[in-house]
Nanobody, 124 residues
Framework: QVQLVESGGGLVQAGGSLRLSCAAS???????MAWFRQAPGAEREFVAA????????DYADSVKGRFTISRDNAKSTVNLLMNSLKREDTAVYYC??????????????????WGQGTQVTVSS
């Protein structure tokens, strides 16, 4: 069983920045990691993913150029740096892990473990 614990959410003004972190248990270097988000009344959507070694990243078009995903395999953490935040970025953000994944993936069905989520609220 893989435990994922997110942190770093909060309230920020539009145009501001936040950094989310997710700490994982187990053999972290075996996991493809990703962030998803879910706004009220909406479906969960892909935000960003990163390969096991960190060399490949993938982003949703809506966050490309503003968000950066990174990982530290020595610390078993994955981060999401969010810049130029917009009101439409308001959502609960979830960390997800795909065990023994071969490539970063935007499809939620491939991820085996999920964190509890952290709220991000962007005010105007």
């Amino acid at each position: 069983q893989v435990q994922l614990v997110e942190s770093g959410g909060g309230l920020v003004q539009a145009g501001g920045s936040l950094r989310l972190s997710c700490a994982a248990s187990g053999t972290f270097s075996n996991y493809v990691m990703a962030w998803f988000r879910q706004a009220p009344g909406a479906e969960r959507e892909f935000v960003a993913a990163i390969s096991r070694g960190g060399s490949t990243t993938d982003y949703a078009d809506s966050v490309k150029g503003r968000f950066t995903i990174s990982r530290d395999n020595a610390k078993s953490t994955v981060n999401l740096l969010m810049n130029s935040l917009k009101r439409e970025d308001t959502a609960v953000y979830y960390c997800a892990a795909e065990v023994d994944g071969v490539a970063s993936c935007s499809q939620s069905m491939w991820y085996d473990y999920w964190g509890q989520g952290t709220q991000v609220t962007v005010s105007s």
